[in-house]
């Protein structure tokens, strides 16, 4: 039915509908909320109920991790990879203009081998 | 072969330009020798155009009072109106370009005290 | 009001759309300092004007197909005067896919000067608004010419005026060397067009570009076109920031005002534009043009991986969204290069045409969320003071609508359903999967990597410890909040119902670019 009315049917054969995803979407909630109505009445908040057990140790201090620290291991992984994009964006416009002339005249060569291929 | 490059003096001169402009914008650091350089490249492409719309011995495209050539008594050939008027809109653009960029290098060089656009650099990365 | 009137006003629209911005940009100088509210009020309602202009256009081109416009013409439909075989007015040409980008370049411009409103300190004399209203006739001009000349005339309107807009805070050095920079590359990109312009012109003898595309494909190869179809593309590739040539984003997105970054991301997707009406209406049948293709295939899949793989390297929000969108311009060029790369091959119908919807479709889409990001970021500088990562956190106790919106841009630029983003990016996917799955993958992959700096955005920006700094501030102002709203309804509907704009708006825009022999028609 929902197939034939334009604009509400999926926009691919393999069938994504986004009326479809809101519906999931919301048996989803509906169940979150059932299970979380079956959570005990009387919980309280008090000291280390809701804190994460960390192997016995001590709960460290509160200290927030700064933006430029997230995924550290991640740059650390990719550290050579890193470190030859950063030298690439130095900032210059000198570089800036180096970089369109050297687009520019690859892809005219690679025009121009094209002409001598085709011909 | 004198005859062909003669004839085409003025393309060659154009990419000459253009090649010196481009230099410029390549190698010099200073802002304001990188403003001289885009002007010098649109000068070359303004005779790139020009030279495209001359015909030999044409006269300039105005039809009223054009003179009769004395042979065939037919009109003078007219040198193309159309990348005359493309240069002219161009000359008014690069006009426009360069005294912003000129503008735009003096305001950089009261913020940082050098017009050397390494030294002047901040945003990087 | 009489009928006639109104009569006389749509079948001048066109005309009217690049007419109307560009006197009132001339008018808004004029009034007076203490008046700030009144120039802000008359720009609203030219640029309102404008989106009324445009919608009627674009409707009625959506209706009777392709529009053209002859200036100063007694008859505007009249291209060629009589017993002329060649076009030599100054034509306006519009196509589906020259109004869909004209009227997404009016709404963000509309929606962008109602946010700068409360938004952009220090705009109090005119000056920025008269810079906005002339952005605006550089992008509609652009979009809607049918003159090869003029889109070079327009292009440099735009970059100018884009120009003093990114270095509208003189007193920052940072913004100046940003201007600088923009100023600088895009005059040698704009003056390699002009160049390639020349050498069509000294070929063709014509600057209409149907009268050039007809004449093109049909007398065959010649070593000239060859050298100014490469010229073309890599100057338009280079103006929408397509890898390596995209160094100048972040730089002119991260010093604009907020409100004129959302314009300038809608002006590099027209020089995207550009490109497709170079490559597919002008050189489509053209015999080099595989090598077009996959030039913006490969620069789309380095843009694809070097643009998200940066994006999550930054510390300064505004160079980060810029980052984010550099990635996604890839995710179009790759779309439509692959399309180009299929035209005339068996297999056409069944990939390239989808993958070329998917491309429209996300170019669409990828102006409005990126517009609502930058704007969103917009409002926590204005409230913060800052764009450091770093410096910022715990705003979502604050900004709780902020936060939303800022979620609901985020999601749309990851590609999360059900945002836009999403819609279009998983036609492209499947599309370009049947061409090449190594580009799906590649594409998948950076768009999981794109997603990964947003969620840090999301996370140092909104979560977290509350931060002493910002204990006072308040939630953003309500005439900022209204133009988020109005884009992130947009982004909402637009991934809700994906259908509509697909079949009515991005399918016959993909056909409009194929059927070039309809576009010749209606001027020769």
Redesign the interface.
């Known amino acids: 039915m929902a197939a034939e009315i334009?604009?509400?049917?999926?926009?691919?054969a393999?069938g994504?509908s986004?009326?479809m995803?809101?519906g999931a979407?919301a048996i989803v909630l509906m169940l979150v909320i059932a299970l979380r109505s079956f959570g005990k009445k009387g919980f309280k908040e008090g000291k280390f109920r809701a804190d994460a057990f960390l192997s016995g140790n001590e709960p460290m201090e509160?200290h927030?991790v700064?933006?430029?620290n997230?995924?550290w291991g991640?740059?650390e992984a990719?550290k050579g990879?890193?470190e030859k994009?950063?030298a690439?964006?130095?900032?210059?416009?000198?570089?800036?203009?180096?970089?369109?002339?050297?687009?520019?005249s690859l892809?005219?060569i690679?025009?121009?081998m094209?002409?001598s291929l085709?011909a | 072969m004198t005859a062909e490059i003669i004839g085409n003096l003025p393309f060659i001169v154009s990419v000459l330009m253009i090649m010196v402009g481009?230099s410029a914008?390549?190698?010099?650091?200073n802002m304001i020798k990188?403003a001289v350089g885009l002007s010098v490249m649109g000068s070359g492409i303004n005779i790139f155009l020009v030279a495209t719309c001359y015909r030999f011995g044409s006269i300039a495209p105005i039809f009223t009072n054009a003179p009769l050539s004395e042979a065939s008594k037919a009109a003078v050939e007219m040198a193309l109106p159309v990348p005359q008027s493309l240069t002219l809109t161009s000359i008014v653009i690069s006009l426009a370009v360069t005294a912003l960029m000129l503008s735009l290098a003096m305001l950089a060089y009261r913020h940082s005290g050098t017009l050397d656009?390494?030294k002047s650099?901040?945003?990087?990365? | 009001m009489t009928p006639e009137f109104i009569s006389f006003i749509l079948q001048n629209a066109p005309a009217l759309c690049v007419a109307v911005p560009l006197l009132s940009a001339f008018i808004v100088p004029l009034f007076r300092k203490k008046w700030g509210k009144a120039s802000a009020a008359f720009t609203l309602i030219a640029l309102l004007l404008t989106e009324c202009l445009v919608l009627s256009v674009f409707f009625s081109v959506l209706s009777g197909g392709t529009r053209v416009y002859a200036m100063g013409a007694d008859i505007p439909e009249r291209t060629l005067p009589s017993g002329l075989s060649v076009p030599i007015r100054i034509i306006l040409q519009i196509d589906v896919l020259s109004a869909i980008m004209g009227l997404v370049g009016a709404t963000i411009a509309l929606i962008s000067v109602l946010y700068s409103v409360q938004g952009v300190r220090d705009k109090a004399d005119g000056k920025f608004f008269c810079l906005m209203l002339l952005m605006l006739t550089g992008f509609i001009g652009f979009v809607f010419t049918g003159d090869f000349f003029n889109i070079f005339v327009f292009f440099e309107i735009l970059s100018i005026s884009s120009v003093g807009l990114i270095a509208f805070w003189l007193h920052k050095q940072e913004a100046v060397e940003a201007g600088?920079?923009y100023l600088?590359?895009s005059a040698?990109?704009s003056l390699?067009v002009l160049l390639a312009i020349g050498l069509l012109y000294a070929q063709h003898g014509v600057l209409n570009i149907a009268a050039i595309s007809q004449d093109v494909m049909l007398s065959g190869?010649a070593?000239v076109d060859?050298?100014a179809?490469?010229?073309l593309?890599?100057g338009f590739?280079?103006k929408c920031g397509a890898v390596?040539?995209h160094?100048?984003v972040p730089?002119a997105y991260g010093e604009s005002p907020e409100a004129v970054t959302a314009i300038l991301a809608v002006a590099s997707q027209a020089s995207l534009y550009a490109l497709l009406r170079v490559s597919f209406t002008m050189f489509g049948s053209f015999?080099?043009i595989?090598?077009?293709a996959w030039?913006m295939i490969i620069?789309g899949a380095l843009s694809l991986f070097?643009g998200s793989?940066?994006c999550?390297?930054q510390?300064d929000l505004k160079r980060l969204i810029a980052y984010g969108g550099i990635s996604q311009t890839g995710f179009i060029l790759v779309a439509m290069g692959a399309g180009l790369a299929a035209i005339g091959h068996p297999m056409f119908a069944d990939f390239g045409l989808?993958a070329m919807e998917g491309g429209i479709f996300h170019m669409i889409n990828h102006a409005f969320y990126e517009a609502l990001l930058f704007l969103s970021a917009g409002a926590i500088i204005y409230a913060t003071g800052t764009r450091d990562?770093?410096e910022?956190?715990g705003l979502a106790r604050k900004m709780p609508l902020t936060a939303i919106l800022f979620l609901v841009g985020a999601m749309a630029m990851a590609g999360l359903?059900?945002s836009n983003g999403f819609?279009s990016k998983?036609?492209i996917y499947?599309s370009v999967y049947y061409f090449n799955p190594l580009l799906a993958v590649i594409a998948l992959v950076s768009s999981v990597i794109v997603t990964?700096p947003l969620v840090?955005?999301f996370?140092?920006v909104f979560l977290?410890?509350e931060v002493k700094k910002f204990s006072g501030i308040k939630e953003t102002p309500k005439g900022m909040l209204l133009a988020m709203f109005l884009l992130a309804a947009i982004v909402l509907l637009f991934?809700?119902?994906?259908?509509?704009i697909?079949?009515?708006v991005a399918r016959p825009a993909a056909e409009a670019l194929l059927n070039w022999n309809a576009y010749w028609g209606m001027i020769l």
Not at chain 1, 6 to 12: E, Y
Not at chain 3, 495 to 500: A, C, M, N
């Open positions: 334009p604009g509400f049917s999926g926009i691919m393999t994504w986004p009326l995803f809101i979407l509160k927030d700064k933006a430029s997230f995924f991640f740059f990719f990879y890193y994009m950063l690439i964006h130095t900032g210059f416009v000198n570089d800036y203009i180096f970089w369109f002339l050297f687009c520019v892809l005219l690679a025009l121009c094209g002409v085709w | 481009l914008l390549l190698f010099k650091k990188m656009s390494e650099r901040r945003l990087k990365g | 600088f920079k600088s590359i040698v990109a390699f190869f070593i060859v050298i179809l490469g010229l593309a890599a590739l280079m390596p040539m160094y100048w730089d015999p080099l595989d090598i077009i030039a620069l070097v793989t940066m999550l390297r510390r989808k990562l770093d910022l956190g359903p059900p819609a998983i036609l499947e990964v840090k955005a996370c140092a977290g410890p991934g809700l119902f994906p259908g509509i697909v079949e009515f």
